[in-house]
């Protein structure tokens, strides 16, 4: 499986992705991954997963686990 592409923001140390089409692609295999995980030990209330895509300030987009509503600078 080949890897999406990403790079170190400016805003901060987060992977950032160059377009919204590699971040979702990202967010399906972060969130893939962490149900396998969770299935293997058995548990799977309450893991903290990536849930959302957001655009930072410097055009580039994040995975993140909070909510719009626990968030309220998300630009989407």
């Not at 080949?2 to 170190?8: A, D, G, L, N, S």
């Not at 901060?12 to 919204?20: L, M």
């Not at 149900?35 to 209330?45: K, M, N, V």
């Amino acid at each position: 499986m080949k890897p999406v592409e990403w790079q170190t923001c400016q805003c901060s140390s987060k992977r950032g992705f160059a377009d919204r089409r590699s971040a979702e692609k990202a967010l399906g295999r972060a969130q893939a991954k962490r149900d396998r995980h969770a299935e293997r030990q058995g548990i799977r209330r309450g893991i903290a997963r990536e849930n959302r895509i957001y655009q930072c300030d410097h055009d580039l987009y994040h995975l993140t686990k909070q909510s719009r509503r626990d968030y309220q600078g998300a630009a989407e």
